[in-house]
T-cell receptor, first 111, second 110 residues
């Protein structure tokens, strides 16, 4: 399984944008980049995914580098409810398509 | 919005006892998964299930574990003889395209 590297923790202020980086230099051509988050005492929650192009949805935006070796999850206006552990995961399109979680980035939002 | 549900939310059992954790996946989903998370550690894949059979399992998923989809709606994880180290949060997930997770069952083995 291809590996991702994320900072252990980040901190931001409420109502400000947050950029969460992820490095995945060993990504293969068919791997999708997925982001999940886990709020305290809850199960992981799907945030967004992409292959090559930048993606937007109601929760966040995903910016993917041209060489696909890194990506950034963007929360446009953080709220206290966005405090969570954010996981960047490469998901193969082959086989069972299981998710392999790393340690993620623990995001703290200051009021 | 449809969601994955899991019961019970918390299960306490004695070492050596059998437990069954239950999940109701989202109704039109075709792929089903179990993951676990030991307190303070990463979420770990256990098993995936598709077309009424296991499609992939991890090293953790040994002979003590089994999964079943008995009636077309429930998806269960059975641990035959629990050990102290089985204490963890167990998450069920289902997908059509993206995986959606349930709230988890906290299993405590004493």
């Amino acid at each position: 399984d291809a590996k991702t590297t994320q900072p252990n923790s980040m901190e931001s202020n409420e109502e400000e944008p947050v950029h969460l980086p992820c490095n995945h230099s060993t990504i293969s051509g068919t791997d999708y980049i997925h982001w999940y988050r886990q709020l305290p005492s809850q199960g992981p929650e799907y945030v967004i995914h992409g292959l090559t192009s930048n993606v937007n949805n109601r929760m966040a935006s995903l910016a993917i580098a041209e060489d696909r070796k890194s990506s950034t999850l963007i929360l446009h206006r953080a709220t206290l409810r966005d405090a969570a552990v954010y996981y960047c995961i490469l998901r193969s399109q082959q086989g069972a398509q299981k998710l392999v979680f790393g340690q993620g980035t623990r995001l703290t939002i200051n009021p | 919005e449809p969601e994955v549900t899991q019961t019970p939310s918390h299960q306490v059992t004695q070492m050596g006892q059998e437990v069954i954790l239950r999940c109701v996946p989202i109704s039109n989903h075709l792929y089903f998964y179990w993951y676990r998370q030991i307190l303070g550690q990463k979420v770990e894949f256990l098993v995936s299930f598709y077309n009424n059979e296991i499609s992939e399992k991890s090293e953790i998923f040994d002979d003590q574990f089994s999964v079943e989809r008995p009636d077309g709606s429930n998806f269960t994880l059975k641990i035959r003889s629990t050990k102290l180290e089985d204490s963890a949060m167990y998450f069920c997930a289902s997908r059509l395209i993206e995986q959606y997770f349930g709230p988890g069952t906290r299993l405590t083995v004493t």
